[in-house]
């Protein structure tokens, strides 16, 4: 890069970050037709989730007093969540390859920020059509669930979204420090991503005490799930429950904690 | 026949080799196992009366498909078969007296077992010994355990050849990413994986009960049980051994057509 750092620190991460990004998009434009069909199964693969579900409730109508279109709020929040993390967070989830390749050493040459290099490494942008499908069934969910919508209601919605975004990308951020140490991704860590995304699709409390307490105090996936939904559905009145999912975002600090942990022990696998 | 099983052999051995790999893969199983049986038990306690099949039924049908979900999975690809018809180091392949078709099945066929026999038993093991509502209970008797084993078989046998004809596609378009992408989790659906096929609504069961992904993984995680018993689990077996026929036909002629105007590009 040779433009002037005359800008302050952050514009001019905000404008390397952006050129990174539009490398990445200019070159995905040169193949239109893989880049079609990805979007197309990355539809699919959420959309027959969507159909399991919707078979399940045609059978059984509900599920521990949730009915169908409740249970389609808390799983299109969590797609959403899930979705925009993983387009953003792609570089830390192929991160483990990086350090097991021995490129790292490049990114820790070069005088900018680690981090802001690793996530302008890919960017998964054919998930957008996850998101669109999330978009369309909270759209869905939010008209036919017969919430009476008040403005802290919809305001812990937008909450349950940053929270659950920055929760997965925490996990992402560990997954990725993990791999310091292991010197590969570990492939359990997966069952806080993909399983995560894949179970909570219903909430959470139908798993059993057991599961909604590992959610709340391990990985405080439920603070961004399962209470404030309560609140959002009428179940509870209390309106910390709303403001919860902030309480979720501090999970962010041990991860990014981690992630320099490892920074500092990093050392080069040489290949 | 020989060099296919020492093919078969040598890749069963590498497979076995990667144990790390398998001890991540066994905590994933378990724990996807374990939520799905929770949410299976949340919707038969919120109404019994619309469960299609008994919990035990349910539990063994679980933990099979996670045990050997490597074994049965109609989206799990072998990198390397993927790379060498991309990289061209294909025609290494094509200089040998061999079969790719005969060669790249057997392959495939060992590195499945292998995977799933290091995941498997710690599995199955724990699962046994759960508490009651979860556990693994034992087959509904001895024929239907000897029928689970032999249609256990044929569904191993149906995935490989379907994910032949995967491969082969390779052969036709270069890179069979797309169509793999697109595929895949459809497939997965259409298997049972996410939810099994007796949760399905009537006709599109009965459509679904006839197609070749049904044969991969539904007959045989229901015979154990004995949901699948009698004149059905007969039809069923005929239906596999049908699919394996004509997919291993149609593999076998568009292989045979491709090698036969095959294109190095270099490499």
Not at chain 2, 8 to 14: A, G, Y
Not at chain 2, 132 to 138: E, M, P
């Amino acid at each position: 890069m040779h433009t002037k750092n005359t800008d302050t620190k952050g514009t001019g991460a905000l404008r390397l970050y952006c050129h990174y990004l539009s490398i990445i998009l200019r070159s995905k434009m040169q193949y239109k037709k893989s880049f079609f069909m990805i979007s197309l199964g990355s539809f699919f693969a959420s959309f027959t989730v969507f159909l399991s579900v919707f078979f399940m409730f045609r059978r059984f109508s509900h599920v521990k007093g949730y009915t169908f279109q409740e249970v389609l709020l808390c799983y299109s929040i969590v797609l959403m969540s899930f979705s925009l993390a993983e387009i953003c967070a792609r570089g830390l989830e192929s991160f483990p390859g990086m350090v097991r390749r021995g490129e790292f050493d490049r990114v820790m040459l070069r005088p900018r920020s680690l981090l802001l290099q690793i996530l302008g490494t890919q960017l998964d942008i054919e998930r957008f059509t996850r998101v669109l499908q999330a978009v369309v069934i909270l759209v869905y969910a939010v008209t036919a669930s017969g919430i009476r919508w008040t403005p802290l209601k919809i305001a812990t919605v937008v909450f349950m979204l940053a929270g659950g975004c920055t929760l997965f990308s925490g996990i992402f951020l560990i997954q990725a420090a993990l791999s310091f140490f292991f010197l590969d991704g570990l492939e359990f860590t997966n069952i806080f991503t993909f399983g995560l995304n894949e179970h909570g699709k219903y909430p959470v409390d139908i798993y059993g005490k057991g599961v909604l307490w590992v959610l709340t105090f391990i990985i405080p996936f439920a603070l961004v799930q399962y209470y404030p939904l309560l609140y959002v559905l009428g179940r509870r009145e209390e309106i910390r429950y709303a403001f919860l999912p902030f309480a979720a975002a501090l999970f962010l600090i041990p991860c990014y904690l981690l992630w320099r942990c490892g920074v500092r022990h990093y050392k080069s696998s040489g290949s | 026949m020989k060099k296919y099983i020492s093919y078969f052999r040598m890749w069963l051995v590498m497979g076995l080799q990667y144990r790390a790999a398998a001890f991540g893969g066994i905590v994933t199983q378990f724990f996807w196992g374990f939520m799905e049986i929770a949410a299976m038990h949340a919707f038969h306690e919120s109404n019994p009366a619309a469960y299609p099949m008994t919990m035990e039924a349910t539990c063994s049908y679980i933990w099979f498909q996670q045990a050997f979900i490597a074994m049965l999975s109609a989206r799990l690809f072998d990198g390397q078969i993927l790379d060498s018809v991309r990289s061209g180091d294909i025609a290494y392949e094509l200089c040998r007296p061999v079969g790719i078709y005969d060669m790249w099945f057997s392959r495939s066929t060992a590195s499945r077992l292998s995977a799933a026999g290091l995941r498997c038993i710690p599995i199955l093991l724990v699962a046994v010994f759960l508490p009651k509502s979860y556990r693994l209970s034992a087959p509904a008797g001895l024929p239907q355990f000897f029928f689970f084993l032999l249609t256990l078989a044929l569904a191993v046998l149906v995935a490989v050849s379907f994910i032949m004809l995967i491969y082969i596609s390779g052969l036709y378009t270069v890179s069979s990413d797309g169509l793999r992408r697109l595929c895949s989790s459809l497939m997965d659906f259409l298997t049972g994986a996410y939810i099994p096929l007796p949760f399905f609504p009537g006709t599109i069961r009965r459509m679904l009960e006839l197609l070749p992904f049904a044969s991969m993984q539904n007959v045989p995680l229901r015979v154990y049980s004995g949901d699948l018993a009698g004149a059905a689990m007969y039809r069923a077996l005929l239906l596999q051994i049908f699919w394996l026929a004509a997919m291993v036909m149609i593999g076998k002629i568009l292989c045979r057509n491709a090698e036969r105007k095959l294109m190095i590009q270099g490499g």
